[in-house]
């Protein structure tokens, strides 16, 4: 993989938006590799097995997931320092102030509300990339935390 490649990895326990973030990465212009997993168990156990260099630069989170939600998953990944410059984006059908505040307090560094077409979602994802790059320092700027397809 070369440099300029961004590893994004999703957890997401929808096979269908599992696809269809998928195939809006493959539409975009950027140069990525996009892995999924199916939970937060499925998630937390390929991250403990991957070395430093092959971490993802962004992960998706969904917040509303079996075995492992989102936030429990955001909270033991931020916890760990082997995992400080990975970029978290939650990408969500909740739009909940309250998971909103919670996992902005926990260190995610954007948080997206999962659109209804495809092509809000491409539109969202690569803002989602532009932000997760330029906000990667604490603290994170609550102003661009909510991510929204125009």
Do not use: W
């Amino acid at each position: 993989m070369n440099d300029k490649t961004l590893n994004i990895l999703l957890a997401d326990d929808d096979e269908s938006d599992r696809l269809l973030f998928k195939e809006a990465f493959d539409e975009l212009r950027a140069q990525t590799r996009v892995n999924t997993v199916n939970d937060g168990m499925e998630l937390l156990k390929l991250l403990s097995q991957t070395d430093e260099e092959n971490l993802p630069h962004i992960l998706f989170l969904d917040i509303n997931m079996p075995k492992k939600n989102g936030l429990e998953c955001l909270l033991e990944i931020r916890a760990d320092k082997k995992y400080k410059d990975v970029s978290i984006a939650i990408y969500s059908t909740s739009s909940s102030e309250k998971d909103m505040q919670e996992t902005f307090l926990n260190g995610a560094n954007v948080y997206i509300h999962k659109p209804n077409s495809f092509q809000k979602l491409k539109k969202l994802l690569e803002k989602a990339i532009m932000y997760t790059h330029v906000y990667q320092e604490p603290p994170f700027n609550k102003d661009n935390f909510l991510l929204v397809a125009e």
